[in-house]
């Protein structure tokens, strides 16, 4: 199980440095494998193609193109309360419910892809296996 943030699924419809390795690395997972990222990542999605003047209209497509096989976890309260939970100093409110969403399949969690470097750090302090493939 792979869990991967807004910024990680940007680069499959967003041209990126990192965006052939990033196709690459999935390529190549097992077929069973599972991905998942929070529904927050739909959101964040959404209003970064909103930025950078994509259609409104072309926006659920898009954002539909980047979650393509990625399991979408609820934002409920029981993920918010677990984002206010964590103490990590410099993890901002987003980066936060990344992480509570992901919380719940640690024990399963074989990645957690970002390519944020402060949700990265953060992410790294509290155990989860990150990477950020290039």
């Given at each position: ?26 390529e ?60 990590t ?27 944020d ?18």
């Amino acid at each position: 199980m792979i869990y991967l943030d807004a910024c990680a699924l940007l680069k499959f419809i967003k041209p990126e440095a990192e965006s052939p390795a990033l196709r690459k690395w999935r390529e190549d997972l097992m077929p069973e494998t599972e991905l998942l990222t929070s529904e927050l990542a739909k959101l964040e999605i959404s209003r970064t193609l909103l930025r950078a003047g994509v259609d409104h209209q072309q926006v659920p497509y898009f954002t539909g193109q980047a979650l393509r096989g990625v399991y979408v976890v609820d934002l409920s309260s029981t993920v918010l309360a677990r984002a206010m939970a964590y103490r990590t100093r410099r993890l901002g409110s987003l980066d936060a419910i990344h992480l509570s969403s992901a919380e719940p399949f640690r024990p399963d969690l074989e990645q957690f892809v970002t390519y944020d470097k402060e949700l990265g750090s953060a992410a790294g302090e509290l155990g989860f296996p990150v990477l950020a493939p290039s």
